[in-house]
């Protein structure tokens, strides 16, 4: 694992002369699985499974979510998504599309309109627009230990199996590396009253 072995001060293999011959004894494997902690400390950053439970802070609700590298933004599950005014500025009011007993009416400031390219088999050849505008609002997610104030697309997710995406600009806000072959390694969300939303 490239990220763990950089985590090492020494990770050559320790020669041991072994009837006239040097043999090489790799000792930096077993050093490595045991910052695999969860979640570990690697290169300054936290070790998460491919799916995490986090807190929305703003909502009071645990998810569980999919940490995707391949995906570049944060995305929860909403329907009835519609843009309004209040003094002034503009909000987007949405109803969770989690399950019947999270159902209910949320309304958030908008922070911004992003465009999520489409894959070419969602369209029309012949169409001119290959991406999809979905409201971007702002929400502080806690996994594990960190608290982060994050930039979260809505968007109906209820065809698929976790309500909350986790891409890889949100995971550079919580500095994290992602280890498909674990899961929930950061355990249930716990952050304090009193922590800070990071950058």
Not at 74 to 83: C, E, G, M, N
Request: charged residues 30%; hydrophobic residues 35%.
């Amino acid at each position: 694992m490239a990220g763990c072995r950089q985590t090492l001060p020494f990770t050559r293999p320790l020669a041991i002369p072994s009837q006239g011959h040097m043999r090489l004894k790799p000792f930096s494997l077993s050093l490595c699985l045991l910052t695999l902690s969860c979640p570990a400390l690697a290169m300054g950053k936290s070790i998460y499974g491919l799916n995490e439970y986090i807190h929305i802070e703003e909502l009071d609700l645990q998810v569980a979510a999919k940490l995707d590298t391949g995906a570049k933004t944060a995305s929860l599950s909403a329907r009835d998504i519609k843009r309004f005014k209040r003094d002034g500025e503009t909000w987007v009011r949405f109803v969770l599309a989690i399950d019947d007993a999270h159902e209910r009416t949320i309304e958030r400031p908008l922070a911004r309109i992003s465009k999520i390219k489409r894959r070419s088999g969602d369209f029309d050849p012949d169409e001119e627009k290959t991406y999809t505008a979905r409201p971007v609002i702002d929400l502080e997610l806690c996994m594990g230990e960190t608290l982060r104030t994050i930039e979260v697309n809505l968007t109906d997710r209820s065809a698929f199996q976790y309500p909350l995406l986790i891409g890889s600009e949100a995971l550079k806000h919580f500095e994290a590396m992602v280890d498909p072959s674990l899961k929930y390694a950061a355990g249930k969300p716990n952050c304090t009253d009193d922590a800070t939303p990071g950058e």
